[in-house]
């Protein structure tokens, strides 16, 4: 891949020729997902393919004179994104559902269960390092702004 490919050299008969496109990039997405998270290969492989759909969904709205890899990392952050959100959202909702199994009629070994899933989703989060933990707890659960989490963190917000 070179990085200075423009779309236009992926347009075959006005098609976009997504097999080039998977040879050429497909590592590029990997790595951008690789460096900025710790998810599954399951995961990886989903967000993947999230990409390369809305790549494919969106090729006729592509500016062909474009370099296609700021696009594809783009891409790629914003589906990584609502990703973290789905795994956030996932978190809460079993962290709802075991509060819900505590205050009404319960199944012991329901509890157990989901308690033990909680954990696991815990501890994956905690293998981030302690600062990558700690910006995705605040920008994730809390809710703050990368901006107020670097300031806090002292770090720079890129």
Excluded at 39 to 65: A, F, H, P, Q, T
């Amino acid at each position: 891949m070179n990085k200075e490919n423009t779309i236009e050299e992926y347009i075959v008969k006005d098609n976009l020729d997504m097999n080039k496109l998977i040879e050429d990039y497909y590592n590029y997405i990997r790595t951008i997902i690789k460096n900025t998270n710790s998810l599954s290969i399951e995961d990886e492989e989903e967000v993947i393919s999230d990409v390369l759909l809305i790549i494919w969904k969106n090729k006729n709205k592509l500016d062909r004179k474009s370099k296609f890899s700021p696009y594809i990392a783009g891409v790629t952050k914003n589906v990584l994104y609502r990703k973290y959100k789905e795994i956030r959202d996932n978190i809460k909702n079993v962290e709802h559902k075991y509060d819900e199994e505590i205050e009404g009629n319960f199944d012991v070994n329901k509890i157990i269960e989901q308690k033990e899933i909680n954990d696991c989703i815990i501890n994956n989060l905690k293998e981030f390092g302690n600062t990558e933990y700690d910006i995705f707890t605040e920008f994730y659960y809390e809710g703050k702004k990368i901006k107020q989490i670097a300031k806090e963190l002292n770090l720079s917000v890129s």
